[in-house]
């Protein structure tokens, strides 16, 4: 290729360093391109996939996202205004695909829904109290809470609820009253941690540190601190178990139990 991946997917856009998408199938052995997709110009910084829907989402240093759909073989982009000023770092589908979120170096989650009357996707900004840029972002299962990780340390849970597209959410935990933009809990700081490169909820709901925040305990936290080089992404393989990967480049598995340590 001759130049850095900075995201990549299974099955999913293999993203260059550039402003381009490639699209790869299997054939035998091999690994054939199918398709490229240009519409960007500017680094492409986050894609994702949507398995149902079958539409990808990407988002990227113009500032722009754009979500592609397939028709009778080819892929055509629809642009996305983020209404931002800086770069796009980070996008995410939300679980119903009715959704995603991109985060971005302009200290805002924008979320952006399809709006059928006027048949275009349009956007919503999260801005207090973030005043860094985002970097990671993942969604709750009901599809209305958005946890974001950012530069300055913090992990922040958003309420992401929009009238237009969600149905009324249910109490959870986190809280009751969920208003767009609504700021459910915050943890983290410049005492622990890194810039948090990684966030992920559970399938019921830069530095080598590992944080659990669990909402049914009054937002307890459980940190470990480890001698592991930093750790850039997280994931939940069950409901106590927490799978981290970074730069030792290996995955390793941390385990929470009912006392709340990790």
């Known amino acids: 290729l001759g130049m850095p991946i900075t995201s990549a997917l299974w099955r999913k856009p293999r993203v260059l360093n550039n402003h381009e998408v490639h699209i790869y199938k299997k054939n035998g052995s091999q690994w054939v391109k199918a398709h ?7 680094h492409i910084t986050g894609t994702d996939w949507a398995p149902k829907s079958d539409c990808i989402v990407t ?18 982009p629809t642009l996305v205004i983020l209404r931002i000023n800086r770069a796009a770092t980070f996008v995410k589908w939300s679980p119903l695909e009715n959704k995603f979120a991109v985060g971005s ?18 956007s919503k900004h999260i801005k207090k109290p973030i005043c860094s840029t985002v970097l990671s ?32 959410p249910a109490s959870t935990p986190w809280g009751s009253k969920m208003p767009f933009g609504q700021l459910m809990s915050e943890f983290g700081g410049s005492g622990i941690g890194g810039w948090v490169h990684g966030v992920s ?33 997280v994931s939940f393989v069950s409901e106590n178990s927490v799978v981290a990967a970074g730069h030792d480049c290996c995955p390793m598995l941390f385990n929470y139990d009912d006392r709340g340590c990790l």
């Open 201 to 233: 909820f559970s399938v019921s709901g830069s530095d080598s540190t590992v944080s659990v925040a669990d909402a049914s305990k009054s937002v307890q936290v459980s940190t470990l601190k480890t001698e592991f080089l930093p750790l850039l992404s």
């Open 36 to 42: 490229e997709l240009k519409e960007h110009n500017g």
């Open 137 to 168: 972002l993942d969604w709750h299962p009901n599809t209305v809470l958005l946890v974001a990780g950012s530069c300055d340390f913090k992990c922040r849970v958003f309420s992401a609820y929009i009238k237009e597209v969600d149905e009324k």
């Open 105 to 122: 170096e302009a200290w805002l989650i924008s979320v952006c829904y399809f709006e059928s009357e006027n048949d275009w996707w349009v």
């Open 59 to 76: 988002c990227g240093a113009d500032c722009n996202a754009y979500v592609w759909s397939q028709k009778d073989g080819v892929w055509k």
